[in-house]
Nanobody, 127 residues
Framework: QVQLVESGGGSVQAGGSLRLSCAAS????????MGWFRQAPGKDREFVAA????????YYADSVKGRFTISRDNAKFTVDLQMDDLKPEDTAVYSC????????????????????WGQGAQVTVSS
């Protein structure tokens, strides 16, 4: 079992910044990647960003590229999502997720390949 606890989020005006953090605990020793997904009301969950655990390679959705930055701390088993230049369309519940097996690189973008999920954190951006 793995537990993921998210913190951060909140409300901000357009153009502002927020930071999300996710701490993993439990059976994390086979972690291959951690990622962030989001779901807005009435919409499907979508990929936001991911980071490979060994090499630190990063992957971003086109909609957040250049505005969001994902980072990790291997020692603390945390992953952060720095969100800058936020837009109203970024409003959603953001969830972190952990991948415990090795797949192809395209798997980082796809929710079914992740094994455990956090409870979600609300991010609201007003215009």
């Amino acid at each position: 079992q793995v537990q993921l606890v998210e913190s951060g989020g909140g409300s901000v005006q357009a153009g502002g910044s927020l930071r999300l953090s996710c701490a993993a605990s439990g059976r994390t020793y086979t972690t291959t990647a951690m990622g962030w997904f989001r779901q807005a009301p009435g919409k499907d969950r979508e990929f936001v960003a991911a980071i490979s655990w060994s090499g630190g390679n990063t992957y971003y959705a086109d909609s957040v590229k250049g505005r969001f930055t994902i980072s990790r701390d291997n020692a603390k088993f945390t992953v952060d999502l720095q969100m800058d230049d936020l837009k109203p369309e970024d409003t959603a519940v953001y969830s972190c997720a952990i991948m415990l097996s090795t797949y192809y690189s395209g798997s980082y973008y796809k929710a079914p390949y992740y094994d455990y999920w956090g409870q979600g954190a609300q991010v609201t951006v007003s215009s």
